[in-house]
């Protein structure tokens, strides 16, 4: 059972979403066209993710949350179902959906706010920094964007991939980089992820941004919310297609 504690967590979410398709079949034979894999379709299920897929571990995790995101790609995955492994993805641009909870709750009544930036063009620098200047409390960010150095004091969490990216300094003083399975980066200090088998890397990162603001909001302890988040994404990476782990399966 949920303590009080968890059930009072209010969280704004802002950024960029996308529909994910999962196209499953078998893969029995090589076309004699071209040395590639025929797939035998047999069903597709369909999910939301990004900022939504975000959305969806934070309310897996029993927080109260409330998004604001556009819908603006569909993202097409094709799948052999014995193996797990992804055969291809197919990126598709949409015309942007807009999203919003109707009963959003004013700034103030927020215990974080939560930013999945993934440059699509939903947000920019001046947005997020218009959010930072109206918001007393702690705010998470995940980002694709390459001038991290001008967003203001929150707690930034980026890839590998965009840390060699980054073309504005000063850096974030709370920069997190994550290192696939191997390792993250905070503070000078690095952390090691359980080993686990990964089926499937898609999703980890939001999983990884959502379990840190909400253990971070539960503990206020950056160290403890990295541990968390890194046993989080270690669950998601063992599942195939977006997974959002409960607080039990993570504790355990």
Request: glycine residues 6%.
């Amino acid at each position: 059972m949920m303590s009080q504690q968890q059930k009072s967590l209010k969280i704004l979410l802002v950024g960029d979403s996308c529909y994910d398709y999962y196209h499953y079949g078998e893969v029995n034979r090589i076309s004699p066209e071209a040395p590639i894999p025929i797939l035998d379709f047999t069903h597709v299920t369909k999910k939301r993710g990004m900022a939504s897929n975000v959305y969806e571990n934070l309310k897996v995790l029993g927080a109260d949350v409330h998004i604001v995101t556009s819908f603006s790609e569909n993202k097409r995955r094709y799948i052999d179902i014995k193996t797990g492994q992804q055969l291809l993805r197919v990126d598709e641009k949409i015309n942007e959906e807009r999203y919003q909870d109707v009963e959003a709750p004013l700034f103030s009544d927020y215990d974080a706010i939560v930013i999945s930036d993934y440059d699509k063009g939903f947000m920019t620098i001046g947005d997020i920094n218009d959010i930072r200047r109206s918001f007393d409390g702690p705010i998470f960010i995940d980002t694709k964007k390459k001038d991290v150095g001008n967003i203001g004091d929150c707690v930034v969490k980026i890839n590998q991939h965009e840390y060699k990216n980054i073309t504005s300094h000063p850096l974030p003083e709370n920069l997190i980089v994550t290192y696939g399975g191997d390792k993250v980066s905070w503070n000078n200090r690095w952390y090691y992820p359980p080993k686990v088998n990964a089926y499937d890397v898609c999703g980890a990162g939001d999983t990884f941004l959502a379990a840190l603001a909400f253990e971070h909001l539960r503990k206020d302890d950056m160290e403890q919310a990295i541990m968390f988040a890194m046993k989080a994404a270690a669950i998601t990476v063992k599942h195939t297609g977006v997974y959002a782990p409960t607080l039990q399966e993570i504790e355990q």
